[in-house]
Protein backbone atom coordinates (compact mmCIF):
# COMPACT_ATOMS: atom_id res chain seq x y z
CA UNK A 1 0.00 0.00 0.00
CA UNK A 2 2.86 2.46 0.97
CA UNK A 3 3.88 1.90 -2.96
CA UNK A 4 0.43 2.97 -4.15
CA UNK A 5 0.83 5.93 -2.06
CA UNK A 6 4.20 7.24 -3.82
CA UNK A 7 2.84 6.09 -6.82
CA UNK A 8 -0.43 8.47 -6.74
CA UNK A 9 1.94 11.06 -5.19
CA UNK A 10 4.10 11.45 -7.90
CA UNK A 11 0.79 11.39 -10.41
CA UNK A 12 -0.22 14.01 -8.39
CA UNK A 13 2.74 16.20 -7.84
CA UNK A 14 3.51 15.59 -12.31
CA UNK A 15 0.06 16.52 -12.99
CA UNK A 16 -0.25 19.47 -10.87
CA UNK A 17 2.59 20.92 -12.06
CA UNK A 18 1.56 20.91 -16.03
CA UNK A 19 -1.60 22.77 -15.89
CA UNK A 20 -4.16 24.60 -13.90
CA UNK A 21 -5.63 22.55 -11.34
CA UNK A 22 -6.99 24.99 -9.37
CA UNK A 23 -10.19 25.35 -11.47
CA UNK A 24 -10.06 21.86 -13.58
CA UNK A 25 -13.10 20.12 -12.76
CA UNK A 26 -13.20 16.43 -12.46
CA UNK A 27 -14.83 14.96 -15.06
CA UNK A 28 -14.54 11.18 -14.12
CA UNK A 29 -12.99 9.36 -11.07
CA UNK A 30 -13.16 5.67 -10.19
CA UNK A 31 -11.41 3.39 -7.21
CA UNK A 32 -12.16 -0.17 -6.44
CA UNK A 33 -10.30 -2.36 -4.21
CA UNK A 34 -10.75 -6.26 -3.50
CA UNK A 35 -9.76 -7.85 -0.28
CA UNK A 36 -7.17 -9.68 -1.84
CA UNK A 37 -5.08 -6.75 -2.41
CA UNK A 38 -6.13 -5.58 -5.61
CA UNK A 39 -7.32 -2.24 -6.99
CA UNK A 40 -8.09 0.02 -9.85
CA UNK A 41 -8.30 3.76 -9.84
CA UNK A 42 -8.78 6.10 -12.74
CA UNK A 43 -9.38 10.04 -13.05
CA UNK A 44 -9.94 12.76 -15.92
CA UNK A 45 -10.14 16.67 -15.83
CA UNK A 46 -11.66 18.94 -18.06
CA UNK A 47 -7.99 20.47 -18.57
CA UNK A 48 -6.94 17.14 -19.89
CA UNK A 49 -5.04 15.45 -16.95
CA UNK A 50 -5.68 11.41 -17.30
CA UNK A 51 -4.42 8.84 -14.65
CA UNK A 52 -5.27 4.95 -14.50
CA UNK A 53 -3.55 1.94 -13.08
CA UNK A 54 -4.28 -1.47 -11.62
CA UNK A 55 -2.34 -3.30 -9.00
CA UNK A 56 -2.63 -6.70 -7.51
CA UNK A 57 -0.33 -8.54 -4.90
CA UNK A 58 2.17 -11.53 -6.55
CA UNK A 59 3.40 -14.58 -4.93
CA UNK A 60 0.45 -13.87 -1.95
CA UNK A 61 1.16 -17.35 -0.44
CA UNK A 62 5.09 -17.29 -0.78
CA UNK A 63 7.53 -15.57 2.11
CA UNK A 64 8.13 -13.08 -0.46
CA UNK A 65 4.38 -10.96 -1.86
CA UNK A 66 5.22 -8.15 -4.03
CA UNK A 67 3.27 -5.82 -5.29
CA UNK A 68 2.58 -4.89 -9.14
CA UNK A 69 1.19 -1.76 -10.49
CA UNK A 70 0.95 -1.27 -13.97
CA UNK A 71 -0.55 2.25 -15.07
CA UNK A 72 0.41 5.09 -16.82
CA UNK A 73 -1.01 9.12 -17.29
CA UNK A 74 -0.85 11.57 -19.37
CA UNK A 75 -1.32 15.85 -19.03
CA UNK A 76 0.15 18.74 -21.13
CA UNK A 77 3.31 20.22 -20.37
CA UNK A 78 3.22 24.19 -20.27
CA UNK A 79 4.94 24.95 -23.17
CA UNK A 80 1.85 22.59 -25.00
CA UNK A 81 4.43 19.06 -25.47
CA UNK A 82 1.86 16.21 -24.47
CA UNK A 83 3.30 14.25 -21.95
CA UNK A 84 1.85 10.68 -21.75
CA UNK A 85 3.65 7.99 -19.09
CA UNK A 86 3.02 4.17 -19.06
CA UNK A 87 4.84 2.30 -16.06
CA UNK A 88 4.95 -0.72 -14.26
CA UNK A 89 6.00 -0.97 -10.85
CA UNK A 90 6.75 -4.45 -9.22
CA UNK A 91 9.01 -6.74 -7.45
CA UNK A 92 12.17 -5.11 -10.18
CA UNK A 93 11.49 -1.69 -9.17
CA UNK A 94 9.19 1.35 -11.31
CA UNK A 95 9.61 1.06 -14.92
CA UNK A 96 8.50 3.82 -16.70
CA UNK A 97 8.09 4.39 -20.79
CA UNK A 98 7.26 7.99 -21.95
CA UNK A 99 7.64 10.54 -24.88
CA UNK A 100 9.76 13.27 -22.66
CA UNK A 101 12.02 10.19 -20.46
CA UNK A 102 15.82 10.54 -21.35
CA UNK A 103 16.82 8.10 -23.40
CA UNK A 104 20.49 6.60 -23.10
CA UNK A 105 22.18 7.25 -26.79
CA UNK A 106 23.62 3.98 -28.67
CA UNK A 107 26.66 2.58 -27.62
CA UNK A 108 29.24 2.86 -30.39
CA UNK A 109 30.12 -0.43 -31.84
CA UNK A 110 34.13 -0.50 -31.06
CA UNK A 111 33.47 -0.32 -27.33
CA UNK A 112 30.55 -2.51 -27.76
CA UNK A 113 33.13 -5.29 -29.34
CA UNK A 114 35.26 -4.62 -26.29
CA UNK A 115 32.74 -5.13 -23.71
CA UNK A 116 31.82 -8.72 -25.25
CA UNK A 117 35.53 -9.47 -25.83
CA UNK A 118 36.19 -8.79 -22.56
CA UNK A 119 33.00 -11.20 -21.19
CA UNK A 120 34.12 -13.98 -23.08
CA UNK A 121 37.75 -13.66 -21.90
CA UNK A 122 37.67 -12.80 -17.93
CA UNK A 123 40.78 -12.14 -16.09
CA UNK A 124 41.69 -15.12 -14.56
CA UNK A 125 41.35 -15.12 -10.56
CA UNK A 126 44.63 -15.18 -8.63
CA UNK A 127 45.40 -16.67 -5.79
CA UNK A 128 46.14 -15.05 -2.41
CA UNK A 129 49.75 -14.90 -1.24
CA UNK A 130 50.19 -15.74 2.62
CA UNK A 131 52.17 -13.43 4.21
CA UNK A 132 54.35 -14.13 7.66
CA UNK A 133 55.72 -10.72 9.78
Same mark, same amino acid.
Given at each position: ???????????????????????????????????????????? /???? +???? #? $????????????? &? @????????????? /???? +???? #? $????????????? &? @??????????????????????????????
Amino acid at each position: MKFLVVIAAAVAVASAAAVDEYSAKVLKSSFDSEPEGSFKYAYE /TENG +IYGA #A $DGFVKNVNSEYPA &V @AIQGGYKYTAPDG /TPVE +ITYV #A $DENGYQPQGNLLP &V @APPVPEAIARSLAWIAAHPPPVEKPVARYN
